[in-house]
């Protein structure tokens, strides 16, 4: 029965690697994963939250919504953002995207 299974496949320490060289690239794939997606995301979330405790009235904002307003008053949750005369929206301050330079809006 020799010809159906080579001897080499038969003897212990066959190839396919242990537990050590598994563990290893395991590690490999964890570090790989956090470095390109979970560092990147939590550094935009520090950042924003950040600039969203930064607001204060007189910022001209964009919302997420794509709206873009001028910052009249500002509350611990919520922010009232005039977008035109005499329009008025209070949003909540987690939607704000952007903070725009002074006289963006002046601009348009």
Do not use: C, W
């Not at 904002?61 to 509350?75: A, C, F």
Request: avoid cysteine; proline fraction near 3%.
């Amino acid at each position: 029965m020799d010809f159906f299974i080579s001897a080499a496949h038969a003897q212990e320490g066959a190839p396919g690697g242990g537990m050590i060289e598994f563990l290893i690239m395991i590690a490999i794939f964890f570090a790989i994963m956090y470095f390109l997606i979970i560092r990147p995301q939590s550094k935009r979330a520090k950042e924003h939250r950040a600039m969203v405790e930064a607001l204060s009235k007189g910022d001209e904002v964009v919302t997420n919504g794509g709206l873009l307003g001028k910052i009249t008053e500002v509350s611990e949750n919520f922010i009232r953002v005039d977008l035109a005369d005499g329009v008025n929206v209070i949003i909540q301050r987690q939607s704000i995207a952007q903070v725009m330079p002074k006289g963006t809006m002046k601009d348009i």
